[in-house]
Structure formats: C-alpha cells, structure tokens
C-alpha cells in the first residue's frame, strides 16, 4: 500500500480542500500531474512520481491506486462525481494514448467497477465510447475487451451482464465495431479469439430471442387478418429461412403464437374448448408444413403437453387437440403412440396418458383391424 501512502499528502493540500479542485488530484492520480487540454501529458512543472501512467500495465500495480481513490471518496462522497468527469474525460481522449497506457487505462476502468465505487454510473462513463472517431479506428473495441477480460478476473460472468445492463450497452454492443466490422461473425471472431465465449454465446441468444419474437409478432398480426393460408406457409418458410431458425423452434413459435391469438373466456370453459380446437382446425396445415419429420411432430407433441400442463383451462383440452391434430394429418399415428409408450416429458404426463388412452386404443383396434 506505498501508492496509498504517498498520494495520501495530496488530500493534505489546501488547493484540494476546495470541491472545485478535487478533479484536478485524480488528474494528478492518473498522469501525475493536472491534463493539459485537449492532450494525455500533465501540464509543465513537477510530477508526481506514483501515477497510473508511471506503473507496469497489471493488476496488481493499479489496484492500489483505485483502492486510494475508493478510500477518499468514503470520505468526501462528493468526489465521484469528479471521478466521473475525469474518467470521461481520459475515454474521450483514447486515440491519444498508446497501447500500453489504454490497457492501463482499461484495468483501471474494471477495477473501478469491480470495486465498486459507490456512486460511479457505468451509463456515463461507457456511453462516451461511442465517438464515431475512436470507434472507427478499433481503438474502442480493443479498450473494451481488455476491460472486460480484466472485469472477469475477480467477477463471474453474470456480473458482467449486469454491469452492461446498467450501462445500457448490453444491446449495442456490436456498436463498438468500425462500421465495415458490424456483422455476427465479426463479433463472434473478435471476442472468441479474446476468450470471451460466454459473450459470443449469450449474444447469440439474444440475436436468436430478438429473431424468434418478431416471428411470433409477425405472426400475430397475421393472425388477426384474412391471410391466404398457401401464402402465409411461402412467406413464413422464407422468414424461417433468412433468419436461420431451426424448425423445432419454428414449430413451437408457431403454436404459441396460434394460443396467444385467442380471445379466452375467463370462465366458461366449454367455450374455451371450442375457441381452441377451432383454431386448432384452422391453422393445423401451418403446423404441419414444419412437422416433416417424426421427430418434428413429437417436438410438436412435447410443445402442447408442455402449454396444457402451465395453462390450468387446458388440462383436459391435451387429447382433443393430439386428436384434431391427427384428423389434420399434422401427427402421424406412429408418432403418437411413441409418445404414448415413451414420452420423456414428465410435465402432467401421467394425466395426459390417462386422458389419451381412449383415442389410442381406437387407434391400435384400427389398426389391427387393417
């Protein structure tokens, strides 16, 4: 802690006792003396010696520094706001520093976080990034991805979200890349080779839940109209094609989509019944133009079973709709009966069995009847 002990004689000075000047020692805490403007060099005259730009690009040497600042600003909350200043004020001025003294200045940007300052908005400090000029030389996303690298030393990863979502960058992330450079593979190159994986994946996620709901609003608007069904199966296939969606989520899209299009009825349950097997009925071809496959049809099966089980007015519409579905040429005979044997889905699966047993016995007497 020598960094804290030969900074502390700062707060001793009578220039520092003004909250005017405060700004002017974490100038001094960063580059050992007051910034000249519009440049990263202290102003002449002498220098303070311990100063982040002075110190090896670590850690371990930068943290005591924070600590110092951290240890004031307990004292005189009033500072952070100057700490805020400061800080945007050396992020406006990235493209003037070197490598080496940016890789400081991220670990010093982490660290200030990671400790927590009390106060210290990450909206403020990270929205001044966003300059056309530093993001259109990289300087920003090299900045960014060592902060964050450093950020998850000593935090997991659902730290970092949180942190990006108070800063209100969580969604703008590929805003960070130079123009040329704003694409989903650049991204997930970029922050792979960083070793940033847990990044590139829950971007994903979110790119794919961004893709799966305006599907789902799409089809909710066509819902409401009178679509031509051929035409809505042609538009909906190529949606589901430019978007790069699987079918297992298309289909399960699709019938969540087809529920949430229905006026229920708060209390009379037949109507309910009815409400849904119609648009069952209605819309069963849409559904089967994605269930081409057994395994597509019992993800389909598993989907149902799963929206009955969670919706208590559907409990016991779960066999009428396999069957209408069945009627529709949407589930195939095979395809029931090895749910009905082997289903692994245990959500209500013993009440939906017990309430499909008469239509699969049906269909096993029909088919040895064959």
């Not at 850690?59 to 004292?75: A, H």
């Not at 648009?279 to 081409?292: E, H, I, M, P, R």
């Not at 089980?309 to 396999?322: N, R, S, W």
């Not at 289903?343 to 008469?358: A, D, T, Y």
Request: charged share 25%; proline share 4%; aromatic share 10%.
């Amino acid at each position: 802690m020598a960094v804290v002990g030969s900074l502390a004689w700062l707060l001793k000075l009578p220039l520092f006792q003004n909250k005017s000047n405060v700004g002017f020692m974490l100038q001094v805490v960063y580059t050992g003396g007051r910034i000249q403007f519009g440049s990263t060099k202290p102003e002449e005259g002498e220098r303070q010696p311990y100063c982040i730009l002075n110190s090896e690009a670590s850690r371990e040497k930068i943290l005591p520094y924070v600590l110092f600042i951290q240890k004031i600003i307990r004292r005189r909350p009033f500072m952070i706001k100057s700490l805020e200043n400061v800080m945007q004020r050396l992020l406006q001025s990235l493209e003037l520093y070197g490598q080496i003294d940016r890789l400081k200045l991220a670990i010093f940007t982490a660290l200030t976080f990671s400790q927590k300052l009390s106060g210290l908005p990450p909206e403020n400090i990270f929205s001044v990034l966003l300059k056309d000029s530093l993001v259109a030389k990289g300087t920003v996303l090299g900045f960014i991805t060592d902060c964050f690298n450093e950020y998850l030393v000593e935090n997991s990863f659902d730290d970092l979200i949180a942190l990006l979502k108070r800063a209100k960058i969580e969604d703008r992330l590929l805003e960070f890349f130079p123009m040329q450079k704003r694409t989903m593979e650049c991204f997930s190159e970029h922050f792979s080779k960083a070793g940033l994986i847990p990044l590139v994946e829950y971007n994903e996620k979110k790119v794919f839940d961004v893709k799966l709901k305006e599907l789902r609003n799409y089809l909710a608007d066509q819902f409401s109209e009178d679509v031509n069904m051929d035409e809505l199966m042609e538009s909906l296939k190529q949606r589901c094609k430019e978007a790069s969606l699987p079918d297992a989520e298309v289909v399960r899209t699709v019938w969540e989509a087809l529920m949430d299009a229905i006026q229920w009825s708060g209390k009379n349950q037949q109507q309910n019944v009815n409400l849904a097997l119609r648009q069952v009925k209605t819309w069963g071809a849409l559904l089967g133009s994605f269930t081409n496959t057994g395994k597509l049809e019992l993800e389909l099966i598993y989907t149902i079973q799963t929206y009955c089980y969670e919706d208590a007015k559907l409990m016991k519409l779960f066999p009428e709709i396999i069957r209408a579905l069945y009627e529709k040429d949407v589930l195939a005979e095979d395809t029931i009966l090895f749910w009905f044997k082997k289903g692994s889905n245990p959500k209500g699966r013993q009440i939906f069995v017990k309430g499909l047993e008469p239509f699969v016995k049906w269909l096993e007497e029909a088919e040895e009847e064959d």
